[in-house]
């Protein structure tokens, strides 16, 4: 690999778009994030793009990445938002984006956060049971509005994904039962003033690699918009969520945008031709490949059983070789061509989950050299945690030859502000 998405060697050297990494570590330190902006920009307008033709709205998936510097790009290009929580509305908002054209996903909505997403004036709630519904109408009506709703359906699919990332089969706690679906809509179109009923949704997993999952899935939400018509609920839109893969590059093939919206395209042909409207709501793929996470090489050692490579990231940067024993791929960030070794790539925290990469065949690296670990854009520093009261990394975003720190390294002080000790 001479280049990676938007990361590629210049004269032996690793560059996110004209910025020398090394360059980015020594104004910044390590670990860092490191994101190209016009990687987000390309990877956004490709997925917008695969699916043109069809009249659809792409709301981004805050949660992949909700740092205010990418979403501000985001919501510059136009993009909607999928929330799940307020906090992600404040970012949202915060960075410029419309709260017109958020979406509100999640099993666990509070009263209290429907009142805020409904005084935020935002686009449609993604209701995922039967309580919430019957909720969400009683607190649309206390105060006299009538609110957007999509129903999250189960379609029972499998996505063959990782376990923990599907979420569209039946042992999954997302969404109501496709005969649920109907009797629930029919009643709620009958008895709830507070509810607009504008759609069916689902959102059936993350990284999946092929287009068949999604086609599937549709195939069963047309059914569902097909026989409510016939109970005399005309419903405006779909909501196919998001999921498309990335290439971590283990190998394997994944699916382009282009070949989804081709799929997505016919599987939905007959809803569409009715006039309905598609809701997207990708996260991975639209930061996935733009983002990685920066590190510097602390320690080497070897044992009877094996050599480590010991890092300043840690788990609590990027925790998805930990939690989901996810591959990343990972670079020298200087002089890639030498010989390899096989290594475990770990970080400082004590716990043997702690790990980046299990016996990877790597060019061996020295002692304070930098180590690129790629394709971290998503569910990177959006799930980085404070564990082991590590501050959390800063991050940097490359626009051609230029850098900007959109996050700065958190201090002690911010640590700990807001705890106190008991007198
Ligand atoms: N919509 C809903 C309702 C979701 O729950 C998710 C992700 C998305 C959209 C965006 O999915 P994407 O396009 O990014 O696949 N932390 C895991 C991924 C968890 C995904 C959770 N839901 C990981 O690091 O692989």
Same mark, same amino acid.
């Given at each position: 690999m001479s280049s990676y998405g938007p990361f590629a060697y210049k004269n032996g050297e690793l560059h996110c778009e004209g910025v020398a990494?090394?360059?980015?570590?020594?104004?910044?330190?390590? @670990?860092?994030?490191?994101?190209?902006?016009?990687?987000l920009e390309r990877a956004y307008k490709a997925f917008d793009a695969a699916l043109e033709g069809i009249p659809h709205s792409v709301h981004y998936a805050v949660k992949a990445c909700s740092t205010l510097g990418?979403?501000?790009?985001? *919501?510059?290009?136009?993009?909607?938002? /999928?929330i799940v929580s307020l906090g992600e509305?404040?970012?949202?908002?915060?960075?410029?984006? /419309? !709260?017109?054209?958020?979406? $509100?996903?999640?099993?666990?909505? +509070?009263?209290?956060?429907?009142?805020? *997403?409904?005084?935020?004036?935002?686009g449609c709630f993604n209701v995922e049971s039967a309580e919430e519904l019957y909720t969400l109408d009683e607190v649309a009506r206390s105060v006299g509005a009538k609110v957007k709703i999509a129903l999250r359906v189960n379609p029972d699919v499998d996505p063959q994904t990782? @376990?923990? &990332?599907? +979420? %569209? =089969?039946?042992?999954?706690?997302? %969404?109501v039962g496709m005969d649920e679906a109907r009797t629930l809509l029919r009643d709620a179109a009958a008895k709830c003033p507070g509810l607009q009923i504008a759609g069916v949704d689902f959102? &059936?997993?993350?990284?999946?690699?092929?287009?068949? @999952? $999604?086609?599937?899935? &549709?195939?069963?939400?047309? /059914?569902? #918009?097909?026989?409510?018509r016939s109970d005399g609920v005309m419903l405006t839109h779909v909501d196919i969520g998001g999921g498309l893969g990335i290439d971590y590059g283990k190998g394997e093939t994944v699916v382009s945008p282009a070949e989804y919206g081709a799929a997505v395209r016919a599987a939905l042909k007959p809803v569409? /031709?009715?006039? =309905? +409207?598609?809701? +997207?709501? !990708?996260?991975?793929?639209?930061v996935g490949m733009a983002g990685a996470l920066v590190t510097r090489v602390v320690y080497r050692k070897r044992n009877e059983a094996k050599h480590f490579t010991i890092v300043d990231a840690a788990m609590n940067d990027l925790m998805r070789p930990a939690l989901y024993g996810a591959f990343h791929p990972m670079k020298p960030v200087v002089k890639p061509e030498r010989a390899t070794i096989t290594t475990d790539v770990v970080g400082p925290i004590c716990e043997t989950g702690d790990f980046f990469a299990r016996d990877r065949e790597l060019p061996e690296l020295d002692q304070g050299e930098l180590l690129w670990i790629? *394709? *971290?854009?998503?569910?990177?520093?959006?799930?980085?945690?404070?564990?082991?009261?590590? !501050?959390?990394? @800063?991050?940097?975003? #490359?626009?051609?030859e230029t850098h900007t720190v959109i996050r700065a390294r958190e201090t002690y002080e911010q640590l700990v502000a807001g705890e106190t000790i008991p007198t």
């Amino acid at each position: 690999m001479s280049s990676y998405g938007p990361f590629a060697y210049k004269n032996g050297e690793l560059h996110c778009e004209g910025v020398a990494l090394s360059a980015i570590a020594e104004a910044v330190g390590t @670990p860092c994030y490191v994101y190209s902006r016009s990687e987000l920009e390309r990877a956004y307008k490709a997925f917008d793009a695969a699916l043109e033709g069809i009249p659809h709205s792409v709301h981004y998936a805050v949660k992949a990445c909700s740092t205010l510097g990418v979403l501000a790009v985001l *919501a510059k290009l136009g993009a909607g938002a /999928d929330i799940v929580s307020l906090g992600e509305l404040f970012r949202w908002q915060r960075a410029g984006g /419309d !709260p017109a054209k958020v979406v $509100f996903s999640g099993v666990g909505k +509070t009263r209290d956060e429907m009142k805020a *997403a409904i005084a935020a004036g935002i686009g449609c709630f993604n209701v995922e049971s039967a309580e919430e519904l019957y909720t969400l109408d009683e607190v649309a009506r206390s105060v006299g509005a009538k609110v957007k709703i999509a129903l999250r359906v189960n379609p029972d699919v499998d996505p063959q994904t990782h @376990p923990y &990332i599907s +979420t %569209g =089969l039946k042992q999954n706690k997302f %969404g109501v039962g496709m005969d649920e679906a109907r009797t629930l809509l029919r009643d709620a179109a009958a008895k709830c003033p507070g509810l607009q009923i504008a759609g069916v949704d689902f959102h &059936i997993g993350s990284q999946i690699t092929k287009a068949s @999952p $999604f086609a599937d899935a &549709i195939a069963r939400l047309v /059914d569902l #918009v097909t026989a409510l018509r016939s109970d005399g609920v005309m419903l405006t839109h779909v909501d196919i969520g998001g999921g498309l893969g990335i290439d971590y590059g283990k190998g394997e093939t994944v699916v382009s945008p282009a070949e989804y919206g081709a799929a997505v395209r016919a599987a939905l042909k007959p809803v569409l /031709d009715l006039g =309905l +409207t598609l809701h +997207t709501e !990708p996260g991975r793929v639209i930061v996935g490949m733009a983002g990685a996470l920066v590190t510097r090489v602390v320690y080497r050692k070897r044992n009877e059983a094996k050599h480590f490579t010991i890092v300043d990231a840690a788990m609590n940067d990027l925790m998805r070789p930990a939690l989901y024993g996810a591959f990343h791929p990972m670079k020298p960030v200087v002089k890639p061509e030498r010989a390899t070794i096989t290594t475990d790539v770990v970080g400082p925290i004590c716990e043997t989950g702690d790990f980046f990469a299990r016996d990877r065949e790597l060019p061996e690296l020295d002692q304070g050299e930098l180590l690129w670990i790629g *394709a *971290a854009g998503a569910y990177g520093s959006a799930m980085a945690s404070n564990y082991n009261t590590r !501050p959390r990394a @800063p991050e940097v975003l #490359v626009r051609g030859e230029t850098h900007t720190v959109i996050r700065a390294r958190e201090t002690y002080e911010q640590l700990v502000a807001g705890e106190t000790i008991p007198t």
